[in-house]
């Protein structure tokens, strides 16, 4: 496109991107503030003191290992089993795969509230504890949709002829997925971790619901709002958030160094 019509869609394009930073960069300002009182709402002056001392609040350290700690392993069991399920969709035909398909669909487009008032119902009748396990298996439960059908896009492009080369020189089954299969489809899996990871890390409703009397990184803020926000909230969000840029750059390098 190009002329007026290119220019106008530029400049759309990069509004959007500006609207989408300008929260993200006014929380990474306020990680630089020095407020006098307990609120960080009004800029007051310029001081690294937050970064040196980001982990001087107890509860908000304890909440934020807390979320870490059901991200990685909501993303590791829901990376196994989405991906597990992702691959028998794609590459196989079988009786229940439209239901699952739509079972999956469904996890995806439930209303959190929906599902976070099924999950606590679930637990208080089987009498399953609410903490850091009843947190996981929540997450793990509305994760493993969106690993399925990023693993499952990718297996339905797959070239069946490579499989048929592994056979053809002895490799079985096993050997194939692993050493031809798993590769090609590594990336998509990664892709799908990582989305469960950050999709857990932040998620509040769900959360709220299946927590107990267990905090989280979201949970804490969300109570601590009434009383004032300390920017070590801040600082820990730029550190979250430059995580996950170092991690799309770094998968970004070796994608177009891998077609380099």
């Given at each position: 496109m190009t002329g007026r019509g290119g220019r106008l869609l530029h400049a759309y394009t990069w509004l959007l991107i500006a609207w989408l930073i300008l929260p993200i960069s006014v929380m990474i300002l306020f990680g630089f503030?020095?407020?006098?009182?307990?609120?960080?709402?009004?800029?007051?002056g310029f001081t690294l003191k937050w970064y040196k001392d980001v982990f001087a609040l107890d509860a908000l350290t304890s909440a934020l290992i807390t979320s870490l700690t059901v991200a990685v392993l909501t993303a590791l069991i829901a990376g196994a089993l989405g991906t597990a399920i992702g691959y028998a969709l794609g590459r196989y035909r079988f009786t229940g795969a439209g239901g699952l398909n739509l079972l999956m669909f469904a996890a995806i487009s439930s209303p959190e509230l929906v599902?976070?008032?099924?999950?606590?119902?679930?637990?208080?009748?089987?009498?399953?504890?609410?903490?850091?396990?009843?947190?996981?298996?929540?997450?793990?439960?509305?994760?493993?949709?969106?690993?399925?059908?990023?693993?499952?896009?990718?297996?339905?492009?797959?070239?069946?002829?490579?499989?048929?080369a592994a056979a053809d020189l002895g490799a079985n089954g096993w050997t194939t997925f692993?050493?031809?299969?798993?590769?090609?489809?590594?990336?998509?899996?990664?892709?799908?971790?990582?989305?469960?990871?950050?999709?857990?890390i932040d998620d509040f409703v769900i959360t709220n619901f299946t927590a107990g009397t267990t905090e989280t990184f979201p949970l804490?803020?969300?109570?601590?709002?009434?009383?004032?926000?300390?920017?070590?909230?801040?600082?820990?969000?730029?550190?979250?958030?430059?995580?996950?840029?170092?991690f799309a750059v770094i998968a970004n390098v070796r994608s177009r160094s891998r077609k380099a």
């Amino acid at each position: 496109m190009t002329g007026r019509g290119g220019r106008l869609l530029h400049a759309y394009t990069w509004l959007l991107i500006a609207w989408l930073i300008l929260p993200i960069s006014v929380m990474i300002l306020f990680g630089f503030n020095n407020p006098n009182g307990r609120y960080n709402q009004t800029w007051q002056g310029f001081t690294l003191k937050w970064y040196k001392d980001v982990f001087a609040l107890d509860a908000l350290t304890s909440a934020l290992i807390t979320s870490l700690t059901v991200a990685v392993l909501t993303a590791l069991i829901a990376g196994a089993l989405g991906t597990a399920i992702g691959y028998a969709l794609g590459r196989y035909r079988f009786t229940g795969a439209g239901g699952l398909n739509l079972l999956m669909f469904a996890a995806i487009s439930s209303p959190e509230l929906v599902m976070g008032s099924s999950l606590l119902s679930l637990f208080v009748t089987m009498g399953f504890p609410l903490g850091t396990a009843s947190i996981t298996i929540a997450h793990v439960m509305f994760s493993i949709s969106f690993v399925a059908i990023v693993v499952r896009a990718r297996v339905m492009t797959l070239d069946r002829s490579l499989e048929e080369a592994a056979a053809d020189l002895g490799a079985n089954g096993w050997t194939t997925f692993w050493k031809v299969i798993f590769p090609i489809i590594l990336p998509a899996v990664l892709s799908g971790v990582m989305l469960a990871f950050a999709l857990s890390i932040d998620d509040f409703v769900i959360t709220n619901f299946t927590a107990g009397t267990t905090e989280t990184f979201p949970l804490w803020i969300w109570g601590a709002t009434r009383v004032g926000l300390p920017p070590q909230v801040n600082v820990m969000g730029t550190m979250i958030f430059a995580i996950g840029v170092l991690f799309a750059v770094i998968a970004n390098v070796r994608s177009r160094s891998r077609k380099a």
